[in-house]
């Protein structure tokens, strides 16, 4: 049987990186055998945990590989699990976006668990059968969710950069977002947004174990002095949104998280925002330790109005390279666009068919058949950080794009824009971003 003798150390993987598995046999078995070939089964498992009980769709899928001329079989395993994994569109506890998640709800489609069986197939003459001996056992199991490593970081995932364990560390300990942690994050009261982490025990292969189980996610309310806002009785006013789901995610292994955290999530979820809140802070605490201390970096969120010049406010949603989603609100003046594509034809007029011929001055000749009209809406940001610029740079190259339209719900966008100049305060002074995005489904214009 094949040993593997390079592998990924951590268990939980990004989809889009290089998850590479070498393998090896004996060199006199492959030269005493014909047409000799590594074999891997691979077991994909979708899963979510759903309130006590785990719905799941399994996959199998079994490739062979030619020893290279070192008599090593060499695997890229995110060739095939990255058609498995996505990123969720609705919550799975209730028929809504999961940007307007209430409270915490586990993943659907974000993660995947992937079982490895190492075995070869060869046969001891020229002209004799193949057969193939695969393990019973899997050598390998990994968490694959839907994000990305670039190859200039190496070819291990960096987990401590996310993983929410005690003690808070600079650089680490992240929810799932490209913005850095110090950047204020706009919101107006009718907003909805959610952070999203992972949440589980991983036993990595290096003997360690990744722990990352918290309590719940802790929201503290301040004034414009920036004071903590407090209660009748005097305890400071704070939301304590519990995470109640932690058996199953611990007999799971782990798994994703999204928590409505912007002003409207929390007010459908029953929670109160104080009315002379400047701002509040989000974080995730430890379990079962209400708030304290805190597992992650914390997150602040500064309440605003509309634009005092009357400028429409176009917030988009959009699915980062960590396999979640992060928001940004374009304030300053916007403009919308539809462009019209018509399909042409020309008719005779007049009465041809009759006993005399005659013609309507109201006939056409030139006659529209088919109208094709979308919408492009070009935003405008205010003038920014060179850490939120940084961190736009993902909604320029992201492959899924939507915009909330202010009844709950949001459109699907594409991102117009050919080219990202990544600006910085040094050069440019002063930063601002101009995009265009164009709806995804054209107004419905009937035939003529």
């Keep these: ?22 393998l090896a046999e004996n060199q006199n078995t492959i030269a005493n055998a014909f ?24 996959h199998e899928i079994t490739f062979k590989i030619a020893p290279n001329k070192e008599k090593r079989g060499v695997v890229d395993l995110s060739n095939v699990v990255k058609d498995y994994v996505t990123t969720d569109i609705q919550s799975h ?48 199991e990994y968490l694959i969710f839907n994000g990305c490593q670039q190859d200039k970081d190496g070819l291990e995932f960096n987990l401590d950069k996310y993983l929410l364990t005690t ?58 002095s920036g004071t903590i806002i407090t209660g009748d009785g005097g305890a400071s006013t704070t939301l304590d949104i519990e995470n109640t789901m932690n058996q199953v995610v611990n007999a799971q292994g782990a798994c994703l998280r999204f928590a409505g955290v912007a002003p409207k999530n929390l007010t459908d979820a029953g929670y109160t925002i104080p009315a002379n809140t400047d701002y509040y802070e989000v974080y995730a605490y430890q379990e079962n330790i209400g708030g304290n201390p805190a597992n992650s970096q914390t997150y602040k969120y500064k309440i605003v109005g509309e634009d005092c010049k009357g400028h429409e406010t176009i917030r988009l ?19 919308r666009v539809t462009n019209i594509d018509s399909e042409m034809f020309t008719k005779n007029t007049g009465s041809w068919q009759k006993d005399t011929f005659s013609y309507e001055i109201y006939e056409h000749k030139n006659t529209t058949l088919n109208v094709q009209a979308v919408e492009t809406i070009e935003c405008n940001t205010e003038y920014i950080t060179e850490l939120e610029a940084e961190g736009l740079e993902e909604l320029f190259t992201s492959p899924r794009v939507l915009m909330y339209d202010d009844e709950a719900k949001w459109q699907p966008v594409n991102i117009t824009e050919k080219s990202y100049t990544k600006q910085r305060n040094v050069s440019d002074k002063l930063i601002q971003y101009i995009v265009s995005v164009e709806k995804s489904v054209a107004k419905r214009i009937q035939t003529n």
Aim: charge should be neutral; aromatic fraction near 14%.
């Design 35 to 58: 047409y000799y070939r590594y074999v891997v089964k691979c077991e994909i498992r979708e899963f979510f945990p759903n309130d006590g009980q785990v719905d799941q769709e399994e």
């Design 317 to 335: 949603a959009f699915l980062n390279r960590v396999g979640a989603y992060d928001y940004y609100n374009f304030n300053k003046r916007s403009t």
């Design 1 to 22: 049987m094949p040993s593997v003798t390079q592998f990924p150390i951590n268990r939980l993987q990004p989809a889009y990186s290089r998850l590479m598995f070498v």
């Design 167 to 224: 003690g808070v560390s600079t650089g680490e300990n992240n929810f799932l977002t490209c913005f850095d942690h110090t950047v204020e994050r706009k919101v107006r009261l009718t907003d909805y947004g959610t952070v999203a982490f992972i949440n589980g025990i991983l036993g990595n292969y290096d003997g360690s174990a990744s722990i990352t189980n918290i309590g719940g996610i802790f929201v503290k309310f301040y004034d414009a």
């Design 93 to 140: 506890t209730n028929n809504y976006a999961i940007h307007n998640t209430q409270n915490i709800v586990s993943n659907l489609k974000t993660v995947i668990r992937v079982k490895l069986y190492i075995g070869s197939e060869s046969t001891s003459s020229a002209l004799g059968a193949v057969t193939s001996n695969i393990s019973s056992y899997a050598a390998y």
